[in-house]
């Protein structure tokens, strides 16, 4: 019998690495030693995963993927008796979606088919869900503001914890994140980095100062982690969306809403627990200026979604009349635009989400 001839290891996991993540899941099987690089966190995060958005209609779950062309197709929670449930809001959270309905919120990877429903407690009213984080320990937490029966007007900060399945609020207002300033979101969709949840708030109401706002999930404490590039914004209805890039950094997109001019940010440096604000150093990545430029915040004042892809900046976003449609810039110039005809729901939620091997924990 001729000897077999076995490719090298490491060839191995550069092959497997290029297969999408769903393809990959009946592989576990193979061996012992393929299941364990399934999850080990290096092949995960090296994952030649293609970015996408996911989007949500008032009947319907999409998935758009971008590469080679644009494709659509319809998703479903995997959790019996859920089938039906459409989240009313989607929030892209380091290779998870965090879905929010009326009872609760559903953490999801729709690549692997896995989910975990996590229902409000009976004092819980009003919830609303705004990133995972993990703490030191591994151990994963939801941050969400909600309002509690005995305090209905009174928004509190809240974490449910994974290990415990339960709810804990937190000794802050939800207005109050800071020395007694009061912050606003600018966007309700947190940041997930190392753990850590990011937001872009702002301070005050006239002449606002925008930032970003770290909660810090070991410590379960908030604090103003850095400034943005872009200074002040002039209006309310700029658009202002904070991404993670290349898995380590941040990006920040801003359209200023008179002039349409796009600027796209990426951070220096990598993002980690030991770096200080000051070290935040910012890096213009693109400028687009036109004065036939298309609104990327739609007429509800919802914030574009988007990703950076081998130099592209790919957007995700809704016109005027509430359709769906991706926006593909490079060499700071509009490249294309394509109208979503498959979402036929109007003003449908959007996210990217990456396809992953992380499993909902």
């Known amino acids: 019998m001729a000897h077999e001839e076995k490719l090298p290891w490491e060839l191995t996991e550069e092959i497997l690495s290029r297969v999408p993540p769903n393809s990959l899941v009946p592989l576990r099987t193979v061996s012992k030693q393929w299941n364990a690089l399934f999850n080990d966190k290096t092949f995960i995060k090296n994952h030649k995963a293609t970015n996408r958005f996911i989007l949500t209609t008032k009947s319907k779950i999409y998935s758009v993927s971008i590469d080679p062309k644009i494709e659509v197709c319809e998703l479903t929670f995997d959790i019996p008796g859920l089938e039906s449930h459409i989240p009313k809001y989607l929030i892209d959270c380091d290779k998870l979606l965090l879905c929010g309905t009326e009872k ?19 004092n819980q009213t009003r919830m609303k869900a705004y990133g995972i984080g993990y703490n030191n320990k591994g151990s994963y937490m939801i941050v969400a503001a909600c309002g509690r029966k005995e305090h209905p007007t009174k928004r509190l900060w809240t974490i449910h914890d994974f290990a415990s399945n339960a709810w804990k609020d937190l000794e802050l207002d939800s207005g109050d994140i800071k020395e ?35 909660f810090h999930s070991s410590s379960e404490t908030f604090f103003i982690f850095c400034d ?23 990006s920040l997109l801003k359209q200023c809403h008179k002039t349409k001019k796009i600027e796209v940010w990426v951070s220096k440096n990598k993002i980690d627990n030991n770096l200080d604000s000051e070290d935040v150093e910012w890096i213009k990545f693109m400028e687009v200026s036109s004065p036939n430029l298309l609104d990327l915040v739609d007429t509800r004042y919802s914030q574009p979604s988007y990703f950076i892809e081998d130099k592209r900046l790919v957007v995700c976003s809704c016109d005027e009349t509430g359709r769906a ?20 729901d109007p003003w449908p939620s959007h996210s990217t989400f990456i396809p992953s091997l992380v499993p909902v924990p």
Request: overall charge positive; some cysteine.
């Open 228 to 250: 943005l590039p872009c200074g002040t914004t002039d209006c309310y209805k700029d658009a202002l969306v904070l991404k993670v890039f290349e898995g380590d950094r941040f």
């Open 180 to 214: 007694g300033k009061t912050l606003r979101l600018h966007t309700t969709s947190g940041v997930s980095l190392n753990g850590n949840l990011y937001w872009i708030t702002c301070i005050g109401k006239i002449d606002p100062v925008y930032n970003v706002t770290e």
């Open 325 to 344: 449609w991706i926006y593909v810039f490079g060499e700071n110039k509009l490249v294309s635009k394509t109208q979503i005809d498959y979402v036929v």
């Open 104 to 122: 609760g919120v559903v953490v999801w990877n729709p690549c692997l088919r896995q989910s975990r429903w996590i229902g409000k407690d009976l």
